[in-house]
């Protein structure tokens, strides 16, 4: 690529930094009206923090359950942290503009100002922002809930963290956590799985196992992970195991919520970031990224803009073409929102996201190769575009809460694939496009007097078109394609209520109706004739409750169990030149678990234990066109037992260690896929009823290779940890990280053809920054050793079976950055 090329969308956002660094005042904190009556600690913090904006963390699980004074006015959350603290043992440290942490004191209340950051001193249950800060509320519960009386496993990654060491958008939650997991088909092109729960390796009709959220917006319905760069980000938060209650449908294996800074209407501020990158084997790359907060008018509006430019060098060879690094990848967007207060705790956010990803080539690789070469006589790029509009009103009465968020998402992914076939060159296209619109509205009370609730209602209307056709020289053929669309209305309810001090249960149930239909689309007018069945339309309601149980037995030891249920939609499959429907599926999850250790103790650990009942699983295959199809094969259980440990050994250095094990297996195949005489000795019970089943034939031919008798794309097992470390160095810090991740192996999917092995790898890398809280300089390395591995068994449908093929791990890059805060 032309150096030229890689600069231009650096430049494009560098521009606008010069203008704004021009006018940009002093960063200042402004008095904010507050309102909040006599309760506890744990009622009274998470209200202080959303009225205030803050970053409130408490030390200590005994003063969660402190009794503090009603504080009412117009003043600086230091003054309102005073007056609510004022007779306790405990005061208010400021960690930062907008960070405090509450502490055990003597009796006389004070405020303790610390201009450099703190070291690290305790362990936290979650991963943590700035690795010293106690994360208290779990926002994706929609009750504000505590993560000490939240009933599940919980992860929340700071905004800090997210960044440290270089953005790398889903990539830097999965590098993470040992639960969550994805293909790796290239950015924009991937499914997301949690806790096992996995279906299948491509972008077709079914919808995710893992839902997506901006806030409390869905990203996506049936489509892949947009993959979006998670720049300005205040958490990320991760819920494991079924949230259909809260969530519904494409939530079985659980949810990833991303949390942006809002709108800021307390001062300017001006963050920048960019960095160069050098990848062995492969091109050099960069990255720049700036984001603005503009406060204007005189009743507390403000406007916040990111924008930002990533382009990776590419490290695969294609001898067969003369090419060398093809695979580059260009990221380049944005996002803004506008914050409007308009008075008596009423607030307006309208904003938008746009981001577009472009890929050269593919990233997997010929497995008999040296793991970076791949011989193809055509070029398969892919490129996505994502955007969404959005509007958030909210309103606050005292500790009642009301929230109604609306979007409107266009989502488009392009793919091609190598279809050649007797030396001819040909390419294999797929063209999906996404429109959604939807609509939450909830209202909400967080747990106060022993007593908490939330009331919603949401509403979705999503169409996705996928057209497909084979493409030669001067020759073009259309594949049979389909859309499918759903109407989906659900009202949902989750109440908790503390039966004793240390006992807490919640419960609730969503209703969901929903309208589904699809038509084939470019079939063949031979089917039409014949009277086949190209269109198809149901209604379906579902009802999925929960039940959750939470108690304190003894000082640092918390054991909760749940249940809860999950669904997803069916639709439309295509199958060589058919057009086929395909069942929604559900699935049933118990789990149990324990917390244990105080954070004053310096070391916290929990387990988990989930178990998971799935019906009618929606699971992909190869059709006997090579071109992959879903069709539902049957019952499957999943075991996953999942544990964390956090400890601080010595000041400033803090290790996060978390693992999970996963037991999954088909235990019973559907009518359609057992009729097959060529499946006849797979040996697996047969569940639900035949009648009405397609003619055999129509649903692809399994054979006793399919290995039916194993989910796809589930690791049997994944280990991961964090090494964070913080000394001051003059007036400055140094902050050290490093992490690695293993990860099992697996199988591709299901079928005679989606048997390959993968996984089996070590990710591995090394961050460090010096500077202080305005600017730095940091420098950072992945893959240390320079590994392979194979992160995914696919190339192309159309070679598969062979187990040609490996995606192999990006070679060890080497960044440098610099960032700027004003």
Request: proline share 5%; net charge neutral.
């Amino acid at each position: 690529m032309d150096a030229r090329q890689v600069k231009r969308p650096l430049l494009a956002c560098a521009m606008p930094l010069a203008l704004v660094c021009a006018v940009a005042p002093a960063y200042a904190q402004q008095a904010r009206p507050i309102d909040l009556a006599n309760g506890t600690l744990s009622e009274r913090v998470p209200q202080l923090a959303r009225q205030t904006g803050i970053s409130i963390s408490v030390s200590s699980e005994a003063l969660w359950r402190t009794k503090v004074k009603a504080v009412r006015g117009t003043m600086t959350p230091g003054e309102a942290l005073a007056r609510m603290l004022a007779g306790t043992r405990s005061r208010a440290v400021q960690l930062s503009a907008t960070s405090w942490r509450i502490e055990a004191a003597a009796p006389a209340m004070q405020i303790v100002r610390r201009h450099k950051a703190p070291k690290s001193e305790q362990p936290l249950p979650t991963v943590s922002e700035d690795g010293d800060q106690e994360q208290i509320v779990v926002t994706a519960s929609k009750m504000d809930q505590s993560y000490e009386d939240f009933p599940g496993t919980a992860h929340r990654i700071g905004g800090t963290d997210i960044n440290f060491g270089g953005e790398r958008g889903t990539d830097s939650v999965l590098s993470r956590l040992a639960s969550v997991a994805s293909t790796h088909l290239g950015p924009g092109r991937n499914k997301l799985f949690i806790r096992g729960i996995a279906d299948s390796s491509f972008t077709g009709p079914t919808q995710s196992t893992v839902g997506q959220y901006l806030g409390d917006l869905r990203l996506s319905y049936n489509a892949p992970d947009p993959d979006l760069r998670l720049y300005d980000m205040k958490a990320v938060e991760v819920l494991e195991g079924s949230q259909g209650t809260l969530y519904g449908a494409g939530s079985l294996g659980g949810i990833i919520r991303m949390i942006p800074n809002d709108p800021d209407p307390r001062g300017v501020m001006l963050e920048a970031t960019a960095g160069i990158s050098a990848t062995q084997h492969g091109d050099p790359g960069g990255d720049i990224a700036a984001t603005v907060n503009l406060p204007f008018g005189a009743g507390g509006h403000a406007l916040r803009l990111t924008g930002y430019a990533v382009s990776d060098g590419g490290y695969i060879d294609n001898p067969l073409r003369g090419e060398k690094d093809i695979n580059r990848t260009r990221i380049a967007g944005g996002r803004g929102s506008v914050r409007l207060d308009l008075g008596d705790r009423w607030t307006v956010d309208i904003g938008g996201i746009y981001q577009s990803t472009t890929v050269d080539d593919s990233q997997y690789a010929d497995r008999k190769g040296d793991a970076l070469t791949r011989g193809s006589q055509v070029v398969e790029g892919a490129g996505a575009d994502y955007g969404m509009a959005m509007l958030v009103v909210r309103k606050e009465w005292g500790n009642l809460r009301f929230q109604t968020s609306s979007a409107w998402v266009r989502h488009s992914l392009e793919e091609r694939f190598d279809a050649t076939q007797f030396d001819i060159p040909s390419l294999f296209k797929q063209h999906n496009r996404t429109r959604m619109w939807v609509n939450e509205t909830r209202l909400w009370q967080p747990i106060e007097n022993g007593f908490g609730w939330v009331l919603g209602f949401s509403a979705i209307d999503n169409s996705t078109e996928q057209r497909r056709a084979f493409e030669r020289t001067n020759f073009r053929a259309t594949s049979t394609g389909v859309t499918n669309s759903i109407t989906e209305f659900t009202g949902y309810g989750k109440f908790s209520v503390e039966l004793r001090d240390w006992l807490l249960l919640s419960g609730g149930g969503r209703l969901t109706h929903s309208r589904l239909s699809g038509m084939g689309q470019d079939v063949l007018p031979v089917f039409k004739l014949a009277g086949a069945d190209i269109e198809a339309e149901r209604i379906e309601t579902e009802l999925l409750p929960s039940v959750e149980l939470l108690g304190h037995v003894a000082p640092g030891v918390t054991l909760y169990a749940r249940y809860e249920e999950g669904f997803r939609p069916g639709g439309l499959a295509i199958e060589s030149d058919f057009v086929r429907q395909f069942r929604n599926d559900h699935i049933e999850s118990w789990e149990a678990g324990a917390r244990f250790g105080l954070p004053r103790d310096g070391i916290s650990a929990s387990l988990s234990v989930a178990h998971a009942f799935w019906r009618d699983i929606q699971a992909d295959f190869i059709d006997g066109r090579g071109l992959p199809s879903t069709a539902n094969i049957g019952e499957g259980k999943i075991t996953s037992i999942a544990g964390t440990l956090a400890f601080v050994p010595a000041p400033g250095l803090r290790i996060d260690l978390n693992a999970v094990y996963n037991h999954s297996r088909v235990t019973a195949l559907t009518p359609e896929v057992a009729r097959l005489s060529s499946a006849s000795t797979i040996n697996l019970p047969v569940a639900g009823s035949a009648i009405g089943l397609a003619p055999i034939g129509t649903i692809g031919q399994f054979g006793p290779g399919a290995e039916f008798g194993r989910i796809p794309n589930v690791a049997d097992y994944a280990m991961q940890a964090n090494i964070d470390y913080r000394a001051p160095v003059g007036r400055n810090e140094l902050r050290l990280g490093a992490w690695l991740k293993y990860i099992g192996p697996s199988r591709l999917g299901i079928g005679p053809v989606l048997g390959d092995e993968q996984g089996d790898y070590l990710d591995t890398g090394l961050a460090a920054r010096l500077g202080d809280a305005r600017r730095g300089i940091s420098l950072s390395m992945t893959n240390l050793f320079d590994a392979k591995g194979n992160r995914f068994a696919l190339g192309t449908p159309f070679e598969i079976g062979n187990g040609g093929f490996v995606t192999p791990q990006r070679p060890r890059t080497i960044r440098i950055a610099v960032d700027y805060r004003y």
